[in-house]
């Protein structure tokens, strides 16, 4: 079945450096979404990227979908302790059930982010 | 704040117990989700209600019984449920069917408990 890796499992910084998570799909994806989920909360739906190589900002995070639509990254600018959490990036490809043809949402195994001040 | 309310926020319930998780949306969405979050685990999607019809089950035991009695309720019946059933179960709902330029709007979670 469709596949949606997602690295670093990890990873733990200092207050104000970067942050990368990266998503590879086994298929092209339709479209891709991250979401953000803190400690002990549900997923919050963070962006969706649908086009081809598109690059979103959103004030320091910077979203971008890969030009074969099978890759994705979320990068953070000089992190804040309010990015602690964990991002799950979540393909989308079509399924057929019923007859009736929808999107499956995979998500990633998500990147727990720590920040240390 | 969400706009997806689900009750109860805990629940510990025995193996041979009947009971039952609920899910309230009042943004006039038209498909709602249950999914399944084991500790640091992504969601996994459980069921898909479509216009307050079934339109996916991804092979859940028959222990788990969805019902949708009107677009704005989801329920998730359990019963004779495992320990490894535990884990927090999220309802979630969007727009229309399927996942296409649809945000998904996430409630807090039941966190359930199997002893």
């Known amino acids: 079945g469709q596949q949606v890796m997602q690295i670093p499992q990890y990873q733990h910084v200092q207050e104000g450096e970067d942050f990368t998570t990266y998503c590879n799909s086994s298929?092209?994806?339709?479209?891709i979404q991250w979401y953000k989920q803190r400690p002990g909360g549900h997923p919050v739906f963070l962006i969706q990227?649908?086009?081809?190589?598109e690059v979103k900002k959103q004030k320091r995070l910077t979203f971008q979908f890969g030009e074969a639509k099978k890759n994705s990254s979320l990068h953070i600018t000089a992190t804040q302790t309010t990015d602690v959490g964990t991002y799950f990036c979540?393909?989308?490809?079509?399924?057929?059930?019923?007859?009736?043809?929808?999107?499956?949402?995979?998500f990633g195994q998500g990147t727990i982010l720590t920040v240390h001040p | 704040d969400t706009e997806v309310t689900q009750t109860p926020k805990h629940l510990v319930m025995g193996m041979t117990n009947k009971k039952s998780l609920k899910c309230e949306q009042h943004?006039?969405?038209?498909?709602m989700y249950w999914y399944k979050q084991k500790a640091k685990k992504p969601p996994e999607l459980m069921f898909v209600?479509?216009?307050?019809?079934?339109?996916i089950n991804e092979s859940v035991p028959s222990r788990f019984s969805p019902e949708c009695p009107n677009s704005s309720l989801l329920n998730l019946h359990l019963h004779a449920l495992q320990p490894e059933d535990s884990a927090l179960y999220l309802c979630?709902?969007?727009?229309?069917?399927?996942?296409?330029?649809?945000?998904?709007?996430f409630g807090e979670g039941s966190w359930l408990t199997v002893v």
């Open positions: 943004m006039g969405h038209r498909a």
């Open positions: 209600y479509s216009y307050e019809k079934l339109s």
């Open positions: 979630a709902s969007s727009l229309k069917g399927g996942f296409f330029g649809n945000t998904i709007y």
């Open positions: 979540a393909g989308i490809t079509l399924t057929n059930a019923g007859g009736t043809s929808y999107g499956k949402l995979t």
């Open positions: 990227l649908v086009k081809s190589g």
């Open positions: 298929t092209t994806l339709s479209n």
